[in-house]
């Protein structure tokens, strides 16, 4: 049932559909892929068959299923089911469905409410939603490409359950297009499909688009290698840059460098070029690395990479890539310190948690005869009036003295460093 003209899953009648569309299944068992929450016993598989269906949120990235899912739903359920799109529709339209769900409950009936991309809602069309799902007036569905973590209500997500649909297998998708080849009038060889398989992401509904361009550019009807090179041209590559899948590649980039995985820090940075990443966002985050997990372990891996940023802004792209990948390179076989991080955050919680203590007197600088009278400057040890420039003056306020943060590690060039620190607390008579 919709409330509204122009049904979202309302489907023309002639053969000119979308394949993606035509092939859509009408049943579970005819759906592909998501075996960890459709599979036979699972619970989501469990509620839809006896249609008690409870609110859920189904994040998946494009063309897993999400909206087939619903379609299904649609079919099996004894309820209203009322599809509904975040692109079209707006308060005025959420408050008719939300009046003529209360009025079906009142009668006993409930309504299934199908939102397709809620994640383009604002909070407070959202929020319309909440008192309708809280009282049971709706079941809703929401089926969203981002992190419903970001993008929908706390309120609306506690009370509904979060499926995670998965990017489908190369398999799966072979699969599909093979069966698809009736429906295009075709042929094709088994590693034509494997190929545009390959290309989608795991997207069917471009696995599909492709099949469809390639079957009427194939010669006698017979889909090739050769054809499908020809369709797909480049592949596109599944990528937003205000979206989660830019932080998981940047995540991954940087989790790879600090594992000193070579290949695969250059794997996700090369997947990040390829999508046509900002260089110099690119740029700023290699800096980052060096600083957070390279440190003084290499103190040459920060000129590195703000050369790299030079010759980026210098070079420009693609030139400028390999610079960005001689950075990378650098930095995953660089040894790793983050003592310095850790220092800083340490030191950093005392300042925010403990007393801002004066400064010494004898650290003041005595501007005036006045203040070098009242004790400004008095018993200041000048560091080059002694032995290899090591005092036993102590700069840190009273209640603090004797405390440390920076602890190096044994790695690299900070290994130096400790042993030069442990020479300097000794002379002082505060030894490790």
Not at 29 to 51: C, F, N, S, V
Not at 250 to 255: C, E, G
Request: aromatic share 6%; net charge negative; charged share 25%.
């Amino acid at each position: 049932m919709s409330l509204f003209d122009g049904d979202l899953f309302a489907a023309a009648t002639d053969s000119k559909r979308p394949l993606a569309d035509r092939m859509r299944p009408e049943t579970l068992d005819d759906y592909a892929g998501q075996e960890h929450i459709l599979g036979p016993g699972k619970p989501l598989r469990t509620q839809i068959e006896r249609d008690r269906l409870t609110s859920v949120i189904l994040w998946g990235p494009p063309g897993v299923g999400k909206t087939t899912l619903a379609r299904i739903v649609a079919r099996m359920t004894k309820g209203e089911f009322v599809p509904f799109s975040a692109v079209l529709s707006g308060i005025k339209e959420i408050k008719t469905v939300m009046a003529e769900a209360e009025r079906l409950r009142s009668l006993g009936r409930r309504t299934i409410l199908f939102v397709d991309e809620i994640h383009r809602f604002n909070r407070a069309q959202q929020d319309a939603f909440l008192p309708y799902v809280e009282k049971g007036d709706i079941v809703l569905i929401g089926a969203t490409t981002e992190n419903p973590s970001f993008e929908v209500n706390a309120a609306l997500l506690s009370r509904s359950k979060v499926y995670m649909l998965r990017a489908l297998t190369d398999e799966e998708i072979a699969a599909l297009l093979a069966k698809a080849l009736p429906e295009v009038g075709a042929e094709a060889d088994p590693a034509a499909l494997d190929a545009i398989a390959a290309a989608s992401n795991g997207d069917a509904r471009s696995a599909y688009n492709s099949l469809e361009v390639a079957a009427a550019a194939a010669d006698s009807g017979r889909i090739t290698e050769e054809t499908v090179a020809q369709v797909l041209g480049r592949k596109v590559l599944l990528y937003d840059k205000t979206g989660e899948e830019h932080y998981n590649l940047v995540s991954a980039l940087h989790k790879s460098v600090r594992s000193s995985d070579v290949d695969a820090a250059l794997y996700w940075l090369a997947r990040m070029l390829e999508s046509g990443e900002d260089r110099m966002y690119i740029a700023r985050r290699v800096v980052r690395i060096a600083v957070e997990d390279i440190g003084l372990a290499d103190p040459r891996a920060l000129e590195q990479c703000m050369a790299m940023q030079q010759a980026v802004h210098f070079l420009g792209t693609p030139e400028g890539d390999l610079a960005i990948a001689q950075a990378v390179i650098y930095l995953a076989i660089a040894p790793k310190s983050d003592a310095g991080y850790k220092a800083l955050g340490a030191v950093s919680e005392e300042v925010h948690n403990g007393r801002a203590e004066p400064v010494p007197m004898h650290l003041r600088n005595a501007s005036t005869k006045a203040m070098k009278s009242w004790g400004y400057g008095a018993g200041y040890q000048h560091a080059h009036q002694f032995a290899d420039a090591v005092n036993e003056m102590e700069c840190l306020p009273e209640s603090l003295a004797g405390r440390r943060w920076y602890y190096p590690t044994e790695r690299g060039v900070e290994k130096r460093i400790k042993e030069r620190i442990e020479e300097i607390r000794t002379r002082r008579g505060r030894p490790l």
